[in-house]
């Protein structure tokens, strides 16, 4: 069983950045392809960002293409989601995924831009 903690969220000016980060615990992290999947108010839940077992292949939503981006340090369990130039649009809860032949997902992080 793997668990999830997402850390990082926080109300932030539209233009700024954060660095949001998902430690798992429980197995063995680089076995899994790790992704954020967001969720704002009143809208179902879409993907974000998504990353590889090594960390060598990496893929994004259009709508952060060139914003974001999903590193991950395998030997700290961890996988992080640098945002860059944020607007009001990305205020969501930021959910952390975990994916083998199991998914598992963490409680999120809310992310607040105000403009």
């Known amino acids: 069983q793997v668990q999830l903690v997402e850390s990082g969220g926080e109300l932030v000016q539209t233009g700024g950045c954060l660095r949001l980060s998902c430690t798992a615990s429980g197995g063995t992290f680089s076995n899994y392809r790790m992704g954020w999947f967001r969720q704002a108010p009143g809208k179902e839940r879409e993907f974000v960002a998504r990353?590889?077992?090594?960390?060598?292949?990496?893929d994004y939503a259009d709508f952060v293409k060139g914003r974001f981006t999903i590193p991950r340090d395998n030997a700290k369990n961890t996988v992080y989601l640098q945002m860059n130039s944020l607007k009001p649009e990305d205020t969501a809860v930021y959910y952390c995924r975990a994916t083998n032949d199991m998914t598992y997902w963490g409680k999120g992080t809310l992310v607040t831009v105000s403009s």
């Open positions: 990353v590889s077992r090594s960390g060598s292949i990496t």
